[in-house]
Antibody, heavy 119, light 112 residues
Framework: EVQLVQSGGGLVQPGESLRLSCAVSGFTFRSYWMTWVRQAPGKGLEWVANIKQDGSEQYYVDSVKGRFTISRDNSKNSLLLQMNRLRPEDTAIYYC????????????WGQGILVTVSS | EIVMTQSPLSLAVTPGEPASISCRPSQSLLHSNGDNYLEWYLQRPGNSPQLLIYLGSIRVSGVPDRFSGSGSGRDFTLRISRVEAEDVGVYYCMQALQLPFTFGPGTKVDIK
């Protein structure tokens, strides 16, 4: 069965760090670009970052550049998002997703995980 | 950054009737390869988003054929030929031509 199972969310204070994980099964993980998308409470979707199949290229939305790092471990079928210096405006549900074609067309999604940044 | 505009922002439809949603990016999404890098997603209440259409008009496997995407450049439309109760949710367009990829604000579809 194809699955993307997310973990690692929670409540942190501003300035702290958190690492999100996305465990993949049911398809050849190393063959696909992967993406993180987030959704602030009651708001729309925001593309956050993506990473190439071999991890050699990563791209970020400006608001997280220098604070977030997307990475992957193809030996463990795992996608990661390291989030440092978190801000209240980073509060959101974070989704991992698979890119069906190249770096676009997010056809498979994780269940989403809530990150809350608050003092 | 390409700004995506959708209209209407909300829509109430009688079951069996058609519906359409417009998406207008601030820049053309037509690539030199002839493809339009425009995608449509549906997020049902409480669920993760679901990809419906990519490259402007290619329907994802398993998506009912009552959903269709059309358009080019700076003018795109998602059409639902006969709305069903399960189509309720928020529909987003997203451009995948230029980083960072950007979503429209969403169109909320309800049943009358």
């Amino acid at each position: 069965e194809v699955q993307l199972v997310q973990s690692g969310g929670g409540l942190v204070q501003p300035g702290e760090s958190l690492r999100l994980s996305c465990a993949v099964s049911g398809f050849t993980f190393r063959s696909y670009w992967m993406t993180w998308v987030r959704q602030a409470p009651g708001k729309g979707l925001e593309w956050v970052a993506n990473i190439k199949q071999d991890g050699s290229e990563q791209y970020y939305v400006d608001s997280v550049k220098g604070r977030f790092t997307i990475s992957r471990d193809n030996s463990k079928n795992s996608l990661l998002l390291q989030m440092n210096r978190l801000r209240p405006e980073d509060t959101a549900i974070y989704y991992c997703s698979r890119n069906l074609r190249g770096d676009y067309a997010n056809d498979l999604w994780g269940q989403g995980i809530l990150v809350t940044v608050s003092s | 950054e390409i700004v995506m505009t959708q209209s209407p922002l909300s829509l109430a439809v009688t079951p069996g009737e058609p519906a359409s949603i417009s998406c207008r990016p601030s820049q053309s999404l037509l690539h030199s390869n002839g493809d339009n890098y425009l995608e449509w997603y549906l997020q049902r209440p409480g669920n993760s988003p679901q990809l419906l259409i990519y490259l402007g008009s290619i329907r994802v496997s398993g998506v009912p054929d009552r959903f269709s995407g059309s358009g080019s450049g700076r003018d795109f439309t998602l059409r639902i030929s006969r709305v069903e109760a399960e189509d309720v949710g928020v529909y987003y367009c997203m451009q995948a031509l230029q980083l960072p990829f950007t979503f429209g604000p969403g169109t909320k579809v309800d049943i009358k």
